[in-house]
Each structure stands twice: as C-alpha cells, then as structure tokens.
C-alpha cells in the first residue's frame, strides 16, 4: 500500500508539469476533462469494492491509478501529437532557466506538496484510527463530491494564463473583476452541489 502511495506521490509531479503546460497553451480545459474522467473511473472502482468488500490495497490502487492514467494519455497526446514541438529533449535543457523557474514557482510547489498531502494522507489516517473497513464510509461521498469540485476547477483553471498576460499589462482591474466572479460563481455552484448530495446522499447510498 506503501509503494503505491509513493509511486502516486512521486507521479503527481509529472502530472502538475503536464497541467501547467496545458495551462500555459491555454488549453487547461483539457486538463480539467481529464481529471474529471480520472476521478470517475475511481468512483465507480470505488463502489464496485464497496459492494464486494475489497480490501486497502485495492481501494488505494484505484485511487491513485486511474487519474494518473488519465494524465499520461493526456501527456502522451500532447508531446505526440496536438503540441509534439513541446516535446522534452536533454539538448533545450539551461541551468539558467532552471533557477529562474524554481524562483518564480517556490509558491506553488508549496501549494502542489500540500495539496497531495491532504488527498492522499486522509484515507491512510481513517484507515490507521478507525480501520480500514471505515474507509470507503469516507471516500466514496468524497468522490463523489469531488466531481463538482473538478467541474469548478474546469471552470477557473483555464484563467490561469489569462491573470499572467494581464498582470504584465498591467491591466489589475480586470484581475480583480474576474477573480471576484469566478469565486462567487465556483462557490454558488460547489454549494449548490454540496446541498444536492446532502439531500439524495441516504437514499443514494442506500443503493
């Protein structure tokens, strides 16, 4: 369970360099779709070892797998196909972009790390307190809701770009008008769905 766990948390980083990539051509929407394919394919593994009492193991694999699955086919269209010019070789590789990068990207290397410490280290800390039978209790609403949550990051994640080109404009106005109401739109919409699961969430899983 272990090496799966570090395997994904190792992978992740590739992943965040294909997202950025994506992000940066402005094409995150894509990225986005395939986190949203990820997460659905886990879900229904999810409920599959649900229903016939799989064990830790089998729980953390589909987890950790099927977003990193969707993530590669993603990278392997983009180096081979829609962006083949992007494709890495050690013969663009500078020392001095390097260093530029890792200055300008401190921050949100801080924020991948803990974003896939919380995703991954949940489901090992409920198992370790509570055992591992309580565990899909905890993952399987958590997927679920997590559909909405990649849905509203489909939406945001793509201004990326957007918020770069204008902050070297100069143009904070809008930075400001389009944070405002991105963030009232996810959140509306993340509530909404939250409130919706709340209400068919029994009945659901009753199923």
Same mark, same amino acid.
């Given at each position: 369970? =272990? $090496?799966?766990?570090?395997?994904?948390?190792?992978? +992740?980083?590739?992943?965040? !360099?294909? /997202?950025? %990539?994506?992000?940066? #051509?402005?094409?995150?929407?894509?990225?986005?779709?395939?986190?949203?394919?990820?997460?659905?394919?886990?879900?229904?593994?999810?409920?599959?070892?649900?229903?016939?009492?799989?064990?830790?193991?089998?729980?953390?694999?589909?987890?950790?797998?099927?977003?990193?699955?969707?993530?590669?086919?993603?990278?392997?269209?983009?180096?081979?196909?829609?962006?083949?010019?992007?494709?890495?070789? =050690? $013969?663009?590789?500078?020392?001095?972009?390097?260093? +530029?990068?890792?200055?300008? !990207?401190? /921050?949100? %290397?801080?924020?991948? #790390?803990?974003?896939?410490?919380?995703?991954?280290?949940?489901?090992?800390?409920?198992?370790?307190?509570?055992?591992?039978?309580?565990?899909?209790?905890?993952?399987?609403?958590?997927?679920?809701?997590?559909?909405?949550?990649?849905?509203?990051?489909?939406?945001?994640?793509?201004?990326?770009?957007?918020?770069?080109?204008?902050?070297?404009?100069?143009?904070?106005?809008?930075?400001?008008?389009? $944070?405002?109401?991105?963030?009232?739109?996810?959140?509306?919409?993340?509530?909404? !769905?939250?409130?919706?699961?709340?209400?068919?969430?029994?009945?659901?899983?009753?199923?």
């Amino acid at each position: 369970m =272990m $090496a799966i766990a570090g395997f994904a948390f190792a992978a +992740s980083f590739v992943a965040t !360099g294909v /997202s950025a %990539l994506w992000s940066g #051509l402005q094409e995150g929407y894509w990225t986005s779709i395939a986190s949203m394919l990820g997460t659905g394919c886990s879900f229904i593994l999810l409920c599959s070892i649900y229903l016939t009492g799989g064990g830790l193991i089998a729980f953390t694999a589909v987890m950790a797998f099927p977003p990193l699955l969707a993530t590669s086919v993603l990278a392997a269209w983009l180096f081979s196909g829609r962006h083949a010019r992007f494709r890495p070789s =050690m $013969a663009d590789f500078e020392w001095t972009c390097l260093h +530029s990068l890792m200055r300008s !990207g401190g /921050s949100f %290397l801080c924020i991948t #790390l803990g974003d896939v410490a919380i995703v991954y280290s949940a489901n090992v800390l409920i198992a370790t307190h509570f055992g591992a039978a309580v565990v899909p209790t905890y993952s399987i609403p958590y997927s679920v809701f997590a559909v909405i949550v990649s849905i509203a990051a489909a939406a945001v994640q793509p201004l990326w770009p957007a918020y770069a080109d204008a902050r070297v404009r100069g143009d904070w106005g809008w930075i400001t008008k389009t $944070a405002r109401r991105s963030v009232l739109r996810t959140t509306l919409f993340t509530a909404v !769905g939250a409130l919706v699961f709340v209400l068919v969430a029994k009945p659901a899983l009753a199923l």
